[in-house]
């Protein structure tokens, strides 16, 4: 089983849905958890933490379930803006690195 | 504003030579990383360091080397590049990992 693994993608939405992607983790003794966005060919950067309580930022929900090692991005009213790769990434790797998934594809049409 | 800075952004080098990508952090992390990524897929890690004189392999086996003489500092080298090596290469610094990474804009390499 991969240390982090995310649904395939990609996801292809109009504008003004709401639109979820689903990671789970294998490492139980993960402490930290984060989403990151990544543009076509340019570098990740940070979305979000993700907080035991889960937390809200603006369009964006994150939420964790430590039992279930899954965590989660919803991203409600879609723009075009939205189109990206996001990056579920798990803290608590070998030496303590953090751990990315290979990510999931975004693209919302007009 | 980047606090991460890499150089050069993009570079077309022939095979057989000798290269050094540069990374800087003006942030004072102790942590710093290499990536390379190919267009479209994963992030692998190549290279990582925990402080001045520290440095360790990452997951992907390459072969380039860092050094890590100054806490701001975390070069690349590539004795020798070949096509194989095209690829864009990500430089990260942390405060431990517990805040998350913070990337430089990478250099595209291309080795003719």
């Known amino acids: 089983r991969k240390e982090v693994e995310q649904d395939p993608g990609p996801f292809n939405v109009p504008e003004g849905a709401t639109v979820a992607f689903n990671c789970t983790y294998s490492?139980?003794?993960?402490?930290?958890f984060f989403w990151y966005r990544q543009d076509c060919r340019k570098e990740p950067k940070l979305l979000m933490s993700v907080y035991s309580s889960g937390n809200e930022d603006g369009r964006f929900t994150a939420q964790l379930n430590r039992a279930s090692q899954y965590i989660s991005l919803l991203i409600r009213d879609s723009k075009l803006s939205d189109s990206a790769t996001y990056l579920c990434v798990v803290g608590g790797g070998s030496q303590g690195n953090l751990i990315f998934g290979k990510g999931t594809k975004l693209s919302v049409k007009p | 504003e980047a606090d991460i800075y890499q150089t050069p952004r993009y570079l077309v080098i022939g095979t057989g030579k000798k290269i050094t990508l540069e990374c800087s952090q003006t942030?004072?992390?102790?942590?710093m990383y290499w990536y390379q990524q190919d267009p479209g897929m994963e992030l692998h890690l190549i290279h990582y360091?925990?402080?001045?004189?520290?440095?360790e392999k990452g997951d992907l086996s390459s072969e380039s080397t860092v050094s890590r003489i100054r806490t701001e500092h975390f070069p690349l080298t590539l004795e020798s590049a070949r096509p194989s090596h095209t690829s864009q290469y990500l430089c990260a610094s942390s405060w431990g990992g517990v805040l998350g990474y913070t990337f430089g804009s990478g250099t595209r390499l291309t080795v003719v």
């Open positions: 360091s925990y402080g001045v004189n520290s440095t």
């Open positions: 490492n139980s003794a993960s402490q930290s």
């Open positions: 942030m004072g992390h102790d942590k």
